[in-house]
């Protein structure tokens, strides 16, 4: 079955310091992945996705690469701010012959920016 | 932006009693989920919908569990006797279309379900 690995948290750093999140996974057929955001007290946001080998996917400063090699899709950011402290959930949508794109999750990654 | 919108925010009940959660889908999506999330949990898919049935449930979508569209505008989960290990938070999610690149599922900010 289909499974998402996400590194653990919580993760506590300081005002533009460099931010990773690892999640590797395991599917049956040909994934999209994605990374949702949940900002205190809001739902589940989608960050960006990939949907095939190599992809990139990029938003608020935001990069995750689909490696199928390593079937890993890590998150990474630059230089955080305050304003990105959430839980960051890795998640995919295989697809398989039911044609249903329903989404498994990573336990989530609870990020605490501070200034 | 449109957006998905759950009722109520956070809802306690007691132990065998049947709850309803609510969410209302943006408008001209077409394909509906609940997901859960155990506190300390991974979000789980409990179940997809399309056309007024069942797409899909996952093994926690017992009987138990049943989901309805009412109106063209709701969304429903009815829990029909309620146990302790239904405390979650519950998300109604809900997408425009299949395939890879309409497939966004756009989520709501969740039913806090406590079960005493």
């Known amino acids: 079955g289909n499974s998402v690995t996400q590194m653990e948290g919580p993760v506590t750093l300081s005002e533009e310091a460099f931010l990773t999140i690892n999640c590797t996974y395991t599917?049956?057929?040909?994934?999209?992945l994605f990374w949702y955001v949940q900002y205190p007290g809001e739902g589940l946001q989608l960050l960006l996705k990939?949907?095939?080998?190599?992809d990139k996917g990029s938003n608020k400063g935001f990069e995750a690469t689909y490696r199928k090699e390593t079937t890993s899709f890590h998150l990474e950011k630059g230089s955080v701010q305050v304003s990105d402290s959430a839980v960051y959930f890795c998640?995919?949508?295989?697809?398989?012959?039911?044609?249903?794109?329903?989404?498994?999750f990573g336990a989530g990654t609870t990020v605490t920016v501070r200034a | 932006e449109p957006e998905v919108t759950q009722t109520p925010s956070h809802q306690v009940t007691q132990m065998g009693q049947e709850v309803i959660l609510r969410c209302v889908p943006i408008?001209?999506?077409?394909?509906f989920y609940w997901y859960r999330q155990i506190l300390g949990q991974k979000v789980e898919f409990l179940v997809s919908?399309?056309?007024?049935?069942?797409?899909?449930k996952s093994e926690i979508f017992d009987d138990q569990f049943s989901v309805e569209r009412p109106d063209g505008s709701n969304f429903t989960l009815k829990i029909r006797s309620t146990k302790l290990e239904d405390s979650a938070m519950y998300f109604c999610?809900?997408?425009?279309?299949?395939?890879?690149?309409?497939?966004?599922?756009?989520f709501g900010a969740g039913t806090r379900l406590s079960v005493l």
């Open positions: 999610a809900s997408s425009e279309k299949w395939g890879t690149t309409k497939n966004i599922q756009y």
């Open positions: 599917a049956t057929g040909y994934p999209s």
């Open positions: 990939a949907t095939k080998a190599d």
């Open positions: 998640a995919l949508s295989d697809r398989p012959l039911s044609n249903d794109y329903k989404l498994s």
């Open positions: 408008s001209n999506h077409l394909y």
């Open positions: 919908f399309y056309n007024n049935e069942i797409s899909e």
